[in-house]
């Protein structure tokens, strides 16, 4: 099988079920997070779609961004059964996305930077695209701070990244989202019920400046 179908069919049939089944422990943080959505929402790594369910009745429209064709096809099936406008773009966050300044109430980014090459253009994007004072609202795993966990991440970290779509569980996102123009005091360190290795968590609301 080529390289760029065999990666298509193990985001579709192997990464997208792994992500569904090891996630299963932060149903409630996404619905949590997410009853702060509204009006017209701009969600950046869609992935299978894990976070539809938790959207209310707020949102009016939905435009969802994810790179992985393999991905998207899983994201597509659950956003055919969603009876409110919707637009599914496969590709990066951070290439130019078509629709002016200040055109989103609310972005969406949820255990995503993690496996982000490059998340400044990711987030320059999703600040541009944000109405002035409008939410990010934000779930990440991020780097332990208890220096024996943070070295068995470092230790693990290539074999992860290489097995799960890029995620790196070193990653950290704050000095980013400063750097794109967030304000970031509504984000707050929480554990996650998740696999002890990415269980340190970042939650919360990050306000475009």
Not at 64 to 74: D, F, H, Q, T
Not at 82 to 111: K, M, N
Request: charged share 20%.
């Amino acid at each position: 099988m080529p390289k760029g179908r065999f990666a298509t069919w193990y985001s579709r049939e192997v990464l997208s079920r792994v992500l569904d089944h090891g996630m299963r422990g932060v149903e409630p943080v996404r619905d949590a997070l997410l009853a702060r959505a509204h009006g017209r929402v701009l969600e950046i790594g869609f992935g299978t779609g894990a976070n539809l369910p938790h959207l209310p009745a707020a949102v009016t429209s939905l435009v969802a961004v994810e790179p992985s064709e393999g991905l998207a096809a899983r994201a597509r099936a659950r956003l055919a059964r969603w009876d409110r406008p919707h637009e599914v773009l496969v590709q990066s966050g951070g290439e130019p996305l078509p629709y002016p300044d200040a055109s989103f109430d609310v972005a969406v980014i949820t255990f995503v930077l993690c496996s982000v090459r490059q998340a400044a253009p990711l987030l320059a994007q999703t600040r541009r695209l944000l109405k002035p004072g409008a939410p990010l609202l934000l779930a990440e795993h991020i780097v332990a701070r208890p220096a024996p966990l943070r070295a068995l991440q470092t230790a693990l970290r290539p074999a992860w990244k290489a097995c799960l779509g890029g995620c790196d569980p070193t990653s950290d996102p704050r000095t980013a989202l400063v750097d794109a123009g967030f304000d970031i005091a509504g984000l707050e360190e929480r554990p996650l019920d998740m696999f002890f290795v990415v269980r340190p968590g970042l939650i919360g609301v990050a306000l475009a400046r």
